[in-house]
């Protein structure tokens, strides 16, 4: 139902706007308040470059994430990520990851990028914090921000926005009649804008996710996910029909399909309850990352990776190198 007020197939968006407009005015004043001074914000010694969105829901922040922190580590520079780690509950904040943090505690898509690239990973509600956190630890040249464009308590020296390039930004308006946390006049003032399929606007780089071959999370064998045997899918993840619809024009062969709600976590019993002993229970690696300590031996998971226009692509790594470069002739 939601999903039919924001893209504007229902008129109930409008028994919604009240508490739009109040959202809406709550998210400008805050604003306004941190540009005039009247709320601080921190200001990080190396820079930060934020890569979030405008909507609500997946949009596929996670995976430019990890294609910006692997660009910057193949050519040397030294890179942190932190997030707010939404869904985890750790005992005490910040919480720099290790091998043995689990996604109970630090929220999924930091797990995610922590196993991934092995890269220095900080959460807390407060980012300025795992920042800290991150510093006192580790010698870096510049940090990423899973999230956080709306987070005005950590300055930033670039902004990345990704759009979903199927949904775009719905009917338009505010949390919660639409899908909006700020409208999309903000877009005109970010460095850069990359759009997750769909057709590119603007001064818009067009993104894909390829990814054709599974993982099996007990074994870590590797497989063509088209050769997985009668495959049943799930995903808690912003947006599954994304996952399943790009399932389906791989060739999977596809005998259900169940959508949970994003974060969401998991039992064993849960789980198992979809899959037959000689189907395959395919996940997005979001999901994997909270199933490794039950998973079974028919369990697999599809890794993605963010493929960006060359020339877009060259655009913003170029930039954020530059702030890099000119913040270490500052410090000298």
Known sequence: MIERIWSGKSWLYILLLPLSFLYG?????RRAAYKVGLKRSWKSPIPVVVVGNLTAGGNGKTPVVIWLLESLAKQGYRVGVVSRG??????SYPLVL???TTATAAGDEPVLIYHRTKAPVAVAP????????????????VIITDDGLQHYALQRDYEIVVIDGQRR???GWWLPAGPMRERASRLKSVNALIVNGGQPEGREVLMTLEGDTAVNIVTSKE????????????AG?????RFFASLETKGVNLVSTYAFADHQDYQQHQLSALVKSNQSLLMTEKDAVKCRLFAQPNWWFLPVKAQLAHTGEQKILSEIKKLIANNKKTCH
């Open 98 to 100: 290790d091998e043995k």
């Open 223 to 234: 497989q063509p996910v088209t050769q997985l045997p009668s495959v049943i899918a799930m």
């Open 86 to 91: 939404y869904g985890g509950k750790a005992h």
């Open 126 to 141: 407060k980012r300025s914090e795992a920042v800290q956190a991150l510093l006192a630890l580790h010698e870096l040249d």
């Open 169 to 171: 930004f719905g009917n």
């Open 25 to 29: 005015l709550i998210a400008i004043i």
């Open 237 to 241: 993840i912003g947006h599954p029909p």
